[in-house]
């Protein structure tokens, strides 16, 4: 089914090529990275983990979402959902292969890789991220290609697929869950000593994933003859409204009790995100730019008709997209760290290879898509969906 | 069952994954060694804070140059790459949360010695996927530079900031090589050792050995005799943070 | 053969790329490795013997590095007994490099004629000279 992605129009080849050489800066930036050492990032002794760990955690959010779509589809026969599971699972594998790629660029010794396999340590929390994650790689993967070679032959989906479909909704929660008990379970850093860790992972992730499947919908409607479905579409943008609502609402709680009970270590971390602390605070416009964006968001979702309209729609979803990549893709990470265990703020700015890093990463991620969609959709065509 | 490509390829595949198993499963099967005799040492360190003090009015920094010294500790040029394994810093810094706005005049930002606390609780340990980090049999949070693979998840999960990381290639930072103790490479993280090496040969740490006014108090917690329980019965003495339960091995003497 | 012409040109320029390190090297010889032993502190030995015999060192001084390596680092122990009973400290800076302090006409001479980089030498310190 492959051979799909191979005939293309010159559009098509030229956004693969695009997103190739961006691919390859990104490289040539990580060769530099892997030369000199991870100096060449902004991070720092105080800031340990930042843009690579924080993209990382946003991506196994879009990863966790596609089960928005797996599960209604295939738990409660949700028909219109039928016309887009396989670009959520496919978007899933994607985001996969970014995070793993985001723990490779952070990695100070990354030919060391296989340790994690070699001395397996359970009571550690990266040890089962590493299962998690290289299992709902493999396990969208074998799902994925087996549903569009079921579509394709008109046959009925194989019951061991089926089996593995089930498993699959379980596990899209866990990764998420893992993900967050990497920080949630840090006695040191109070921003993220939360309970509610887990349950806002979540929650921003079924806002922004959806949000990301429904705008790359809207492309596989315009590039090819394929039209995922207005209900599907519209469905999915209800999911993102609640999600995006409990997501808001989950906030308000870590701010109440910071706020309220008034302990510094729980004010700190909000503090320096929203105002600053101690006259230091570069992160400050991008939280009141993802306020404003996620209340814009919210607003254009929660009301029916900027919801059921095209335009407004994808306005709203680019808006909830970004406001998530910014809370948790920037926000959430590098606050765990400020301030020091020693009570002192050290900020964090990317550097210039470390952003082209990620882009790159970006732009493999976005290759992916990309071959995988132009497959599917290559499928779809050719039953005459 | 008939044999064809098909079957071959299932039984194949669960074939590997059962042979891929194995080298997982033979590490939980593992046990700690049990000890020979003698139970193993705990060891801790005291600082006695009024003694150093006094010592700092004389300009005295004898137990970080001897760590720095003893460890090939690089002077890097930016802050950001830094590596400390033994440093100063204020005294509200170091305990906080445990301050007050009438304290004794000046004493929080008394420079205050601060090092890897060698807990007995440590959650860098418990979450170091490759056991790089690990806590010896005599209570040492120990690191196997060989193993280490970077991901400085100890690093977020030390409560006291203890552990550097190697951003670049520290060799070009050190000034003059201890040539009896290895460098370490661009890649891993590393901290206090506790002088491990010289623990074995019967020795002090360097800088307790280095400290001339008597501020650092070394020794066995689990011998009632030791240096270092006596003054620990003597004086009041103040952990770093706690409520945390990591149960740090340095205590310090107000 | 569909493309035939085309698959029989890339394999050909596949062979000619996988045999570069055979025929490049035709005409050429590397001498073989020569290794010095003549050490200030090896002179000074009474009984010139390694830790093991150096047939065995030859073959196995990887698998007792990685050995001693794991003992010191993760065991706390570093006493080695030898085979013929003798002790020796486990340390290749303070141990294996006394003696063969010249690494450059000890060490490197054969790892690299077989092309090996060893990565010891990243964080552990070879004498000056070398």
């Known amino acids: 089914m492959l051979d799909k992605a191979l005939k293309g129009s010159p559009k098509y080849w030229g956004w693969i090529i695009i997103l190739l050489a961006i691919a390859g800066v990104g490289f040539g930036c990580y060769l530099w990275q892997l030369n000199q050492g991870l100096t060449v990032t902004g991070m720092s002794r105080d800031v340990s983990w930042a843009l690579y760990i924080a993209q990382l955690t946003f991506f196994v959010g879009i990863a966790a979402s596609a089960v928005t779509v797996v599960l209604p589809y295939y738990l409660h026969d949700v028909k219109s959902f039928g016309r887009i599971t396989i670009f959520g699972e496919f978007l899933a594998v994607a985001a996969v292969i970014m995070c793993m790629l985001f723990v490779i660029v952070d990695l100070g010794k990354p030919a060391r890789l296989f340790n994690i396999i070699f001395h397996p340590t359970p009571n550690s929390i990266l040890f089962w991220d590493m299962v998690v994650l290289s299992g709902y790689l493999l396990l969208n993967l074998v799902i994925g290609w087996n549903v569009l070679e079921a579509e394709r032959n008109a046959l009925k989906l194989p019951g061991w697929v089926k089996t593995l479909i089930y498993i699959s909704i379980p596990w899209a929660i866990s990764i998420h869950t893992v993900t967050a008990f990497l920080y949630a379970g840090l006695p040191g850093r109070d921003y993220w000593l939360t309970a509610l860790m887990g349950a806002r992972f979540l929650a921003s992730a079924f806002a922004s994933g959806p949000a990301l499947l429904i705008l790359l919908c809207f492309v596989v409607k315009r590039v090819s003859n394929f039209d995922p479905g207005e209900e599907a579409l519209g469905k999915l943008s209800v999911i993102i409204t609640y999600a995006l609502a409990i997501s808001l609402f989950f906030v308000g709680l870590e701010f109440f009790t910071a706020f309220y009970s008034q302990v510094p270590g729980h004010m700190e971390g909000l503090t320096y995100l929203f105002w600053g602390l101690e006259g230091q605070g570069n992160l400050v416009p991008f939280m009141w730019l993802f306020v404003i964006l996620a209340v814009a968001g919210f607003i254009l979702l929660i009301n029916p008709r900027t919801r059921r309209q095209e335009s407004t729609l994808k306005i709203a979803c680019g808006a909830v997209f970004i406001a998530m990549l910014l809370e948790k893709g920037l926000g959430l990470v590098v606050t765990g760290f400020i301030p020091n265990p020693l009570d002192t703020v050290v900020e964090y700015a990317p550097t210039a290879p470390e952003m082209a890093i990620t882009v790159g990463i970006w732009a493999i991620g976005f290759l992916i898509i990309t071959v995988l969609y132009k497959m599917a959709i290559g499928v779809k065509e050719e039953i005459d969906f | ?254 | 053969m569909y493309n035939g012409g085309r698959i029989l040109v890339g394999v050909c320029i596949f062979l000619v790329l996988v045999t570069f390190p055979f025929w490049n090297a035709i005409g050429r010889s590397t001498a073989a490795p020569e290794l010095d032993l003549d050490t200030p502190v090896i002179q000074q030995l009474s009984e010139k013997k390694c830790v093991e015999p150096a047939a065995v060192m030859r073959e196995n001084h990887m698998q007792l590095l990685d050995d001693w390596r794991n003992q010191v680092v993760r065991e706390g122990n570093r006493v080695y007994t030898a085979a013929d009973g003798t002790e020796y400290q486990m340390s290749l800076q303070n141990t294996c490099l006394s003696c063969h302090s010249n690494k450059a006409d000890f060490c490197d001479q054969c790892h690299d004629y077989a092309g090996i980089t060893p990565d010891c030498w990243t964080c552990h310190l070879e004498p000056e000279g070398n």
């Open chain 2, 1 to 254: 069952m008939k044999i064809n490509r098909r079957n071959f390829l299932i039984v194949g595949g669960f074939g590997a994954l059962g042979a891929g198993m194995l080298s997982a499963t033979k590490s939980f099967g593992r046990k700690v060694q049990a000890g020979q005799g003698m139970p193993a040492p705990k060891w801790a360190l005291a600082v006695d804070l009024q003694k150093c003090w006094a010592g700092q009015q004389a300009g005295c920094h004898d137990c970080l140059n001897a760590c720095n010294k003893a460890h090939n500790i690089p002077q890097m040029n930016e802050a950001k790459d830094e590596i400390k394994w033994i440093w100063l810093a204020p005294f509200e810094k170091v305990l906080p949360g445990q301050q007050h706005d009438f304290l004794p005049e000046g004493i929080k930002e008394k420079p205050v010695v601060t090092l890897c606390n060698h807990c007995d609780n440590p959650p860098c340990v418990r979450v170091c996927p490759t056991k790089a980090t690990f806590k010896s049999a005599e209570g040492v949070v120990t690191m196997d530079y060989h193993r280490c693979i970077g991901c400085r998840y100890c690093m977020a999960a030390c409560p006291y900031g203890a552990r550097s990381f190697n951003f670049r290639d520290p060799r070009p930072f050190i000034s003059e090589r201890e040539m009896t103790y290895p460098t370490r490479e661009k890649g891993v993280v590393e901290k206090c050792n506790f002088c491990a090496e010289r623990l074995e040969e019967g020795l002090r740490p360097s800088c307790v050995e280095a400290c001339s006014y008597g501020a650092l108090i070394f020794g066995d917690l689990s011998d009632p005799q030791s240096e270092v329980r006596e003054i620990l019965r003597q004086r009041y003495s103040l952990q770093r943070k706690p409520q945390l339960g990591t149960d740090p091995k340095v205590y310090y003497l107000i």
